[in-house]
């Protein structure tokens, strides 16, 4: 079984040098460790080299965002199953050993989660993704103090992007328009998507605890302010504001059946209520920007749907 892995960067602290770190001691040694570089900056690349000579660096003119960069990355690997990892994130020396063993479930198992906690090794960060009644994506556990609540092996809707492990086999069936992630998502619900798809084809997930990683959620694109805390929208700028509310609509639009919308238009609408309340009141420009760029993307996008369309 070989596995390759998958980091995007944008250079932020030491966050990289600690995700490679954990690598290098593996129990199960990786194939091959990917790095897309979107930091932009030659001599950050420069320097990482010359730390990781055994790592593929791959730095990119601009900041391809991460489901583009993901895109990148798998396409030049080389392994049977492919662990996509934030790069502010760290493992447990035995996390490639102990996930390898969830697609040993069924052949249908495509995806795979572990533990994931917050770096002080006491709250659950992820136990694994899930489609919630609001259609929005749901880590399981998210906040919480862990308790062992969540011990338990078990199938899961998918896995959280932070550390995503998939079967290689699962990517290329799944693949749309020549891309495993939609490269329009840039960021937030690309995982969602994925999984979603997935579900759609037949594929499984699976969680294992005994797979541990430590992720400082938020720590590429959130300010020190709001690293770790769970209200996410609120730390985030304008911008990614916004494209976390369009990669919602992106999602459902694209893997949504209509019976199934219409089950549960009553928490999308008290969810969208909400989100747009809050919006109008505390951050108008994501208003003007969602219905600038966003909207219009929104509308492009309409010929790839399934919400009106009878697929699968």
Not at 91 to 100: N, P, Q, S, T, V
Not at 106 to 123: E, Q
Not at 193 to 204: K, M, P, T
């Amino acid at each position: 079984m070989t596995v390759s892995v998958i980091i995007v960067s944008i250079g932020a602290k030491d966050y990289l040098k600690l995700c490679l770190n954990s690598l290098l001691k593996q129990s199960y040694p990786p194939l091959e460790i990917i790095v897309i570089d979107n930091s932009c900056r030659p001599d950050f690349f420069q320097d990482m080299h010359n730390l990781y000579p055994s790592v593929k660096f791959y730095p990119s003119p601009e900041n391809l965002f991460y489901a583009a960069a993901l895109n990148k990355g798998i396409g030049f690997c080389r392994g049977d199953f492919v662990l996509c990892l934030n790069d502010d994130l760290v493992l447990d020396k035995d996390f490639i050993r102990e996930a390898l063993k969830g697609f040993l479930v069924d052949d249908r198992v495509g995806s795979v989660s572990g533990k994931i906690l917050r770096s002080d090794g006491k709250t659950l960060d992820s136990t694994g993704l899930f489609l919630s009644v609001w259609r929005t994506a749901k880590e399981r556990g998210y906040s919480q103090i862990d308790r062992g609540q969540f011990n338990r092996n078990g199938f899961v809707f998918g896995a959280s992007g932070a550390a995503a492990f998939y079967r290689r086999e699962m990517l290329e069936s799944i693949k749309e328009n020549g891309e495993y992630f939609d490269s329009d998502f840039g960021m937030f619900y690309e995982d969602l998507d994925l999984s979603w798809r997935a579900h759609r084809y037949g594929w499984w997930a699976y969680y294992l605890p005994a797979a541990l990683a430590y992720h400082v959620r938020g720590g590429s694109f959130r300010p020190d302010s709001g690293i770790g805390k769970a209200i996410a929208r609120k730390y985030l700028n304008d911008q990614l504001h916004c494209g976390l509310i369009k990669n919602r609509y992106l999602t459902i639009l694209k893997n949504e059946s209509l019976p199934s919308f219409m089950l549960h238009f009553i928490p999308i609408l008290i969810y969208d209520l909400c989100v747009w309340g809050y919006v109008i009141l505390f951050r108008p420009k994501v208003l003007r920007l969602f219905f600038g760029r966003s909207f219009e993307q929104l509308k492009g996008k309409k010929r790839k749907t399934r919400l009106f369309k009878k697929r699968f």
